[in-house]
């Protein structure tokens, strides 16, 4: 079953924060975040496995809610290269190789 | 990088042709997947393998077929294209609980 992104997309600009939200009505095994930039490959972000989980990567981090049906991916301070798509992908909890992503949000930080 | 290699990058071809898709990997990972991608639908799960001619579908496998006879190669068939499945194709490889790598794409366009 295909996560819910939202929002569709984002503009900001460079220095403001930007929220990521992805969301399943059942619970998960994982959640994957990709950022993709236009005509390349998706390239990876962040992979949670467990509720309650928050990661960080420098100015980007992430969570996981504590009932695996929720997470958040969180921009801190955006430079100019965080532009492009990111998509969360997420795996059932009965099927945990099975990776089906959400349909993306569309981040443009302006100078 | 991850060893992962997409063959061809580019293909035209016409309506109504068998069009084969090539994904090779040289990191011996145990999983492989086929998406497309396509403009507000983001990356949809073709086929994906859990191991040597262990397959299995995704959201969108009709008129797609797949092989896997080794592990390092993970083939996508289409029997006979259609306009609908021009798209770009990503293939990803990953070992349980790690994330996924893509390649770099495949182009197709069905005329």
């Known amino acids: 079953q295909q996560p819910v992104q939202s929002p569709q997309a984002v503009i900001l600009r460079e220095g403001e924060d930007a929220v990521i939200n992805c969301s399943s009505s059942?619970?998960?095994?994982?959640v994957h975040w990709y950022r993709q930039k236009h005509g390349e490959a998706p390239v990876f972000l962040m992979i949670l496995l467990k509720g309650g989980e928050q990661k960080g990567h420098e100015k980007i981090s992430a969570s996981f809610n504590e009932k695996k049906q929720q997470s958040s991916l969180y921009l801190t301070a955006s430079q100019l290269s965080y532009s492009g798509t990111y998509f969360c992908?997420?795996?059932?909890?009965?099927?945990?190789?099975?990776?089906?992503f959400g349909k993306g949000t569309r981040l443009h930080i302006l100078p | 990088d991850a060893g992962i290699t997409q063959s061809p990058r580019h293909k035209v071809t016409e309506t109504g042709t068998p069009v084969t898709l090539r994904c090779h990997q040289t990191?011996?990972?145990?999983?492989m997947y086929w998406y497309r991608q396509d403009p507000g639908h983001g990356l949809r799960l073709i086929h994906y393998s859990y191991g040597v001619k262990d397959t299995d579908k995704g959201e969108v496998s009709d008129g797609y077929s797949v092989s896997r006879s080794k592990t390092e190669d993970f083939l996508l068939t289409l029997e006979s294209a259609t306009s609908s499945q021009t798209s770009v194709y990503f293939c990803?490889?990953?070992?349980?609980?790690?994330?996924?790598?893509f390649g770099d794409g495949t182009r197709l366009s069905i005329l």
């Open positions: 990191e011996n990972h145990r999983y």
């Open positions: 990803a490889i990953r070992e349980r609980d790690q994330p996924q790598h």
């Open positions: 059942k619970a998960l095994y994982s």
């Open positions: 992908g997420t795996a059932p909890q009965n099927r945990d190789d099975k990776i089906i």
